[in-house]
């Protein structure tokens, strides 16, 4: 395997932590036979996510003021969105009552999050209305805003208008490796590059506290130009239970900055990434559903240009129900894959 297609494992997969990794550490799923493999998933599973545990259990300073930690931090060495978007969600949160549901949230990253000190989170309660409730969140570090969100609430209004788009038919997660298992595949050839194999090895040592199930793992690679489209299931690892929506939303905000930007770089594998980073990140709410079951993400680029690109997410429960729908822009600066630069 070429260092490019360890590179795009990464690049698909979002499994860009370096082995310096901060926070609280996970087992992994054993590779060794079918057996052990699913007992220790199923173990796994049992064990309460990592994301309600550390990541998303902020330490509340004072009144509308939290802090929160990190949990896996990219190779890139700057905080993942993800975790911004869901951590200053969960502050949003914390200042609405029990009766309100998030239905959207707006965020722009400002500044690249620095993973050596902890992320301060101020909430405004901009207005507390009849039926919808805002509330804008500034995530600080070194005395500045990282990120700026605005998080709105609504209490439960049921309608006659009711309709969403039909979900993809792809094959269940049951019939589909996880990232883990695919790379323990490619690790097993016997011709496979020193290098490659300690890129894998390094990947396989990533702390990421989702699990993942490619829909189509040959996308996976990006050697051709495809689509720029990408499916895949996707559940936080560990037991978070039924119960909390507002927790399950803000899981799904950390989930919903997976491998959503790389999807528009999904025809051009003739160049890698040089700096790629989201700018802005919306979510929409529509169901009730729990991120600790299997999703089927659903990504598509509409647009890239001017060293920027456009993605749409649609995160789909297995019955079918259209839970979530995001959208994204980035920075998109690449270079040629022969580029020494
Ligand atoms: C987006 C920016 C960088 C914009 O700030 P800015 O001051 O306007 O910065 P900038 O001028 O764009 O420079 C950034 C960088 O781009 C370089 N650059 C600038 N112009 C060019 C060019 N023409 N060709 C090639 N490179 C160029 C600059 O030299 C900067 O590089 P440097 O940071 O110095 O190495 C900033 O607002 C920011 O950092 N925001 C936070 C973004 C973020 O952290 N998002 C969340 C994390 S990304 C994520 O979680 C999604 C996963 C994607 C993934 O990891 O793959």
């Excluded at 990232?179 to 016997?190: Q, T």
Aim: glycine residues 6%; negative net charge.
């Amino acid at each position: 395997m070429a260092e490019k297609e360890v590179d795009d494992i990464r690049g698909t997969c979002e499994l860009t932590a370096n082995s310096e990794d901060v926070g609280v550490t996970e087992p992994q799923n054993s590779p060794e036979d079918e057996n052990s493999k699913s007992s220790s998933s199923q173990d796994i599973h049992d064990l309460k996510s990592v994301l309600v545990t550390s990541v998303l259990n902020l330490e509340e300073l004072d009144v509308d003021l939290y802090r929160g930690t990190h949990h896996w931090v990219p190779r890139t060495q700057r905080l993942f969105g993800g975790q911004i978007i869901g951590q200053a969600l969960v502050a949003a949160a914390k200042s609405v009552s029990d009766n309100l549901y998030a239905h959207s949230l707006h965020c722009y990253f400002v500044r690249a999050g620095d993973p050596k000190i902890p992320v301060l989170y101020q909430v405004d309660r901009t207005r507390d209305g009849r039926s919808f409730t805002v509330r804008s969140v500034k995530a600080i570090q070194h005395g500045q805003p990282i990120l700026i969100c605005q998080a709105s609430f609504q209490k439960l209004q049921l309608s006659p208008l009711q309709h969403q788009f039909t979900m993809p038919s792809v094959p269940p997660p049951e019939d589909l490796l996880t990232v883990e298992e695919l790379i323990h595949l490619h690790l097993s050839k016997p011709d496979l590059a020193e290098n490659a194999k300690k890129g894998l090895n390094k990947l396989l040592a990533n702390e990421v506290p989702i699990e993942i199930k490619p829909i189509n793992p040959s996308s996976f690679y990006r050697m051709t130009p495809s689509e720029p489209r990408r499916l895949f299931w996707g559940r936080a690892r560990g037991y978070i239970g039924e119960g909390n929506m507002k927790l399950h939303c803000c899981v799904a905000a950390y989930v919903s900055d997976f491998a959503l930007l790389g999807t528009a770089m999904l025809p051009y594998p003739e160049y890698r990434a040089q700096f790629v980073a989201s700018l802005d990140h919306a979510m929409w709410f529509h169901s009730t559903f729990r991120s600790d079951e299997w999703m089927l993400y659903e990504c598509e680029s509409s647009w890239a240009g001017s060293s920027r690109g456009l993605v749409q997410g649609r995160l789909w429960r297995r019955d079918g129900v259209l839970a979530a729908s995001c959208a994204q822009e980035g920075v998109l600066r690449v270079k040629p894959v022969t580029s020494k630069l």
